[in-house]
């Protein structure tokens, strides 16, 4: 098993295939951080458990580093978890009484158990290994085992001691609507540096992963420690640095206005705050994340189909034949979804009015949607449909008839967002609207897909009547509601795929992951401005869930001219979208389009599967490059771009990673030959121009170690130049 008790129950010892993970029991029976790094003998960890005095104003340093604190005695750091018994007492002390340890299918697992040293109050910390990954699941469950009420004034799901460095550098990324996963580095000084959202959701400001060095990791190598939280609304992870060298994590429901109340024999789960090591930098612990995510965490693995969206073209003047003559475009593409977004329901012309409403718009659709699902599918593509379940408009049938159903405070009137309120959807008759009108649409039409968009936070977070929701938290109620929606849609409708959007990328986590196959990461779809968010989202999250849209040129949020070729290699990093208005394309570019989806179907078992190495950026130069490599390591795709080109730079050779140095590599540029094609015959050259020729060595056979080393000569010329390779292991 990957956990081990030693010395008499004292030393709990995780070991997974690269790191070691070692906590214990100390003499105050309060359990406390030892070690989490590359392996080490756990026995020999013992020692660091003595208690610490500095002075009376720091009598128990050794607190800084326990595994789950409760405020209360002299923890003054974050605590995990803050009370008030019936009686006025606010002070916690948790002490140590057992554990259990279990194995399954999905990793061993262990539960230690603590409680207070006088009330009925217990907590279980689980643990659950992910060993092949040197990943840790970490929750914590509260049960009160009193006979009053006790209010729960903060809980965290865990907290992370990470070993003492000279310097320590934190890794996360921040952001705006349309300027999403923004990446950022800073020295993590004595202090707290807190990321959070107190929005209602995820939210674009800051996404709940980190990760910590030493100040000297890079893509490819140092020590980096790292965590994602799973939850999907107000977060909070506090990143602690203290004057005794320790550095300390905690992270779970965002204490803001989050006070709820536990009744007696009540319980409370945290999310999972996910943590791991790494020593092979930063690149080694994306891997590790994106494996899985797609090993533990989503929902299935689907391949991911060619969508077009229809919204660019139209907007909300959607209309049935429209639809049909963009379909017929699409399908002409190679697209194999066709997506309807805002505007085909209720009296939803404009975003003023009809959020609620969720009847096929009878002018719009005379027939119902059945007329377009049978075109679209004759085309040979399946259909998909956006909806907003959890907003409305004031100028709706649903809110005339049920004005009660929005957040609110009595006294105050109602903040317009996008000229929509947001549905308690933490209302038991909400929560059953919702389920029943999604239920009703994918039942009555052939639907495979569901577009979950979300465009507005939180606001006015009350109920009519004021007390209805006294001892709750409605920030977790919303949530945990929300989760049960997407579970029971999930089971009643298998086949239906579910993208999780906000605004953007907004409502993305691996809370959200567990029921979305796919994510919105931006509005933003400049080809450009998304290769940096789309870089960002990757230190996190796997490509196999990033929808990235084709669109147009010049495009309307900044401008900037592309090619379309720069425009599909962006979008080809993650599952390929097409949202341009394709109606007024040519027939050369609809030609040219066409190419690059067939190129994307034939390699895009690479991005959704594949182990992703980013080999440049823009944030270090004029080039960014992503390669992806199969889990056989057979098969390679490389996508390079070039910003802007300067005199004597059109060449570059870019080194590889993740091949065999010993092992021969034939090597294809559209223009040259297609992945379907290039096999290991020399002499097969099926000409497919998609892009520009290749400037490589007449035979394009290359040894792995040449490759990684001297580098893959690539020519990028011009402005905004890109290119895509591929590779095969012969």
């Known amino acids: 098993?990957?956990?081990?008790?030693?010395?008499?129950?004292?030393?709990?010892?995780?070991?997974?295939?690269?790191?070691?993970?070692?906590?214990?029991?100390?003499?105050?029976?309060?359990?406390?951080?030892l070690y989490w790094g590359e392996p080490v003998e756990a026995a020999e960890c013992a020692d660091l458990l003595h208690l610490r005095h500095h002075s009376s104003f720091d009598a128990e340093v050794n607190r800084e580093r326990e595994e789950y604190g409760g405020w209360g005695g002299t923890l003054y750091a974050e605590p995990c978890l803050k009370v008030r018994f019936q009686n006025g007492v606010r002070d916690l002390r948790l002490r140590y009484e057992g554990y259990e340890i279990g194995s399954s299918e999905r990793g061993d697992q262990l539960m230690v158990r603590l409680s207070d040293e006088y009330y009925h109050l217990r907590v279980e910390l689980h643990y659950r290994v992910i060993e092949e990954y040197d990943l840790i699941e970490r929750s914590a469950k509260v049960v009160n085992e009193e006979g009053r009420p006790i209010r729960i004034d903060q809980v965290m799901a865990a907290a992370w001691s990470v070993p003492a460095e000279p310097s320590v550098r934190l890794t996360h990324v921040t952001g705006r609507w349309a300027g999403e996963y923004q990446l950022r580095r800073a020295p993590l000084t004595e202090g707290k540096k807190v990321l959070e959202s107190r929005q209602g959701f995820t939210g674009a400001h800051a996404n709940p992963w980190f990760a910590l060095d030493g100040g000297k990791a890079d893509e490819i190598s140092g020590n980096v420690w790292f965590g994602a939280l799973s939850w999907s609304g107000n977060w909070k992870i506090v990143l602690e640095s203290t004057t005794f060298g320790h550095v300390r994590v905690v992270g779970g429901v965002n204490d803001f206005d989050g006070a709820f109340t536990l009744g007696p024999g009540e319980s409370y789960t945290s999310p999972v705050f996910t943590g791991g090591f790494v020593s092979g930098g930063f690149?080694?612990?994306?891997?590790?994340?994106?494996?899985?995510?797609?090993?533990?965490?989503?929902?299935?693995?689907?391949?991911?189909?060619?969508l077009y969206n229809s919204w660019e073209a139209t907007e909300f003047a959607v209309n049935v034949r429209e639809q049909i003559e963009l379909a017929k475009q699409a399908a002409r593409i190679g697209a194999e979804r066709f997506v309807v977004d805002d505007g085909w329901f209720g009296a939803r012309h404009s975003d003023r009015a009809g959020l609620g409403d969720w009847q096929v718009n009878p002018q719009k659709f005379p027939n119902g949607l059945q007329e377009l699902i049978d075109e679209v599918k004759r085309l040979g593509m399946d259909f998909g449909l956006w909806v907003e379940p959890e907003s409305v408009n004031p100028d709706s049938e649903l809110y005339r008839n049920h004005p009660d159903w929005v957040y609110q405070f009595p006294t105050r009137e109602g903040t317009l967002l996008r000229n929509q309120l947001m549905l308690n959807l933490g209302k038991p008759e909400v929560k059953a609207f919702v389920l029943e009108f999604m239920t009703d649409l994918l039942s009555t039409y052939d639907i495979a897909f569901v577009k979950w968009?979300?465009?507005?936070?939180?606001?006015?977070?009350?109920?009519?009547?004021?007390?209805?929701?006294?001892?709750?938290?409605?920030?977790?109620?919303h949530v945990n509601h929300l989760y049960e929606i997407w579970a029971e849609l999930r089971r009643r409708f298998p086949r239906v795929e579910f993208e999780t959007c906000a605004g953007g990328g907004s409502r993305i986590d691996l809370g959200m992951l567990r029921f979305a196959d796919q994510a919105w990461i931006s509005d933003n779809t400049d080809a450009r401005d998304r290769l940096t968010i789309q870089e960002g989202f990757s230190y996190a999250y796997s490509p196999s869930v990033m929808m990235c849209w084709v669109t147009e040129s010049p495009h309307g949020m900044n401008g900037r001219r592309l090619p379309l070729s720069f425009r599909f290699h962006s979008a080809m990093l993650g599952g390929l979208g097409i949202g341009?208005?394709?109606?007024?394309w040519s027939e050369a570019e609809i030609a040219e389009a066409s190419r690059y989806v067939a190129l994307y179907k034939k390699v895009r078992h690479l991005v959704a599967e594949g182990d992703l190495y980013r080999l440049a950026s823009f944030a270090e130069g004029d080039v960014a490059a992503w390669q992806y490599v199969a889990r056989d390591r057979d098969e390679i795709a490389v996508f390079a771009f070039r910003q802007a080109q300067y005199f004597g730079d059109a060449e570059l050779r870019l080194r590889l990673r993740g091949l065999e140095p010993d092992a021969r590599y034939r090597v294809a540029v559209p223009g040259e030959a297609l992945p379907a094609e290039a096999d290991n015959t020399a002499d097969q050259r099926a000409a497919q121009p998609v892009g520009s020729a290749s400037d490589l060595a007449e035979d394009n056979v290359w040894h792995g170690s040449t490759l990684m080393r001297l580098g893959l000569p690539l020519t990028l010329a011009g402005d905004y130049a890109s290119r895509f390779v591929y590779l095969r292991r012969l």
């Open 283 to 306: 690149g080694e612990m994306s891997r590790n994340l994106h494996n899985y995510q797609r090993d533990y965490v989503l929902p299935g693995s689907r391949e991911r189909k060619v």
């Open 453 to 477: 968009d979300m465009n507005r936070t939180i606001t006015e977070p009350g109920a009519i009547p004021l007390h209805e929701h006294a001892e709750e938290s409605v920030w977790i109620k």
């Open 1 to 33: 098993m990957a956990i081990q008790v030693l010395e008499a129950g004292k030393i709990f010892d995780i070991r997974m295939k690269s790191s070691s993970y070692v906590f214990g029991i100390n003499e105050n029976g309060t359990v406390q951080h």
């Open 580 to 584: 341009a208005n394709i109606a007024r």
